[in-house]
């Protein structure tokens, strides 16, 4: 069984078309699935549908094995896809440890032994467990994102640009934490560092203008004529 099998999709934004006739799978041996594609491809609008926030025209969207095409993105996060937006989405006025017990609504049973987790992986966030997210730096906030979607206990994990506004050396710490979660959880990287994205990835796929114009292993596309004179110049 696939973790995730999308048909044939179409997503419309009112009478604007995004995704195109989209075919993709999420196989239950990938660690890492990247997608990479200029800023308009309709990355963020593929992630969108299939953790339910956005409804498809056409298409099936099926996660680990149910159909989950129309169904709401709360009982997408019970089925085990967690989706953590590029906006991070935290809530500014509450605490470190307040944000992580948000995330954790579905497992409340299991909070104190995820966010123990989640503290080992990111110390930092044990230091200011008390703040609110706002005084947070931007790593840190995106270290909470992380850390808050994984409260959840997803079996795969959707990541919406994690490196997207930080310093070199975060967004290195970004993409070892990505290596580390997927020897556990399954994780869907949409990410505009193409080399580290699919250097990290078992399979990835090229989105352009809402269609997949080629797909293989990560080293297949880092090797591909198409990834390499469209995003890997210089």
Do not use: C
């Not at 956005?54 to 989706?83: C, K, M, N, Q, Y």
């Amino acid at each position: 069984m696939n973790l995730i099998d999308v048909d044939g999709l179409n997503v419309h934004y009112g009478d604007l078309q995004v995704l195109w006739d989209l075919s993709l799978e999420v196989r239950d041996d990938d660690s890492v699935v990247t997608i990479v594609g200029p800023n308009g491809a309709g990355k963020t609008t593929l992630l969108k549908t299939l953790s339910g926030i956005l409804t498809p025209t056409s298409g099936r969207v099926e996660v680990l094995g149910a159909d989950v095409t129309s169904i709401a993105a709360s009982d997408i996060v019970d089925r085990g896809f967690v989706h953590v937006s590029e906006e991070r989405n935290l809530f500014g006025d509450l605490s470190v440890e307040a944000n992580l017990r948000m995330g954790s609504y579905t497992k409340r049973e299991t909070f104190e032994e995820n966010r123990d987790m989640v503290f080992e992986m990111f110390p930092v966030l044990e230091d200011r467990r008390d703040k609110n997210a706002s005084t947070l730096s931007g790593g840190e906030q995106q270290m909470l994102a992380i850390g808050r979607g994984l409260m959840a206990e997803p079996e795969v994990l959707a990541l919406d640009e994690p490196s997207n506004a930080l310093a070199p050396q975060l967004a290195e710490q970004v993409f070892r934490t990505i290596e580390e979660i997927s020897d556990d959880v399954t994780v869907v990287l949409v990410e505009q560092h193409v080399d580290k994205a699919l250097g990290l990835a078992d399979r990835g796929y090229l989105l352009e203008n809402g269609r997949i114009e080629t797909e293989g292993t990560g080293r297949e596309l880092l090797e591909s004529e198409a990834v390499r004179e469209g995003y890997l110049r210089g």
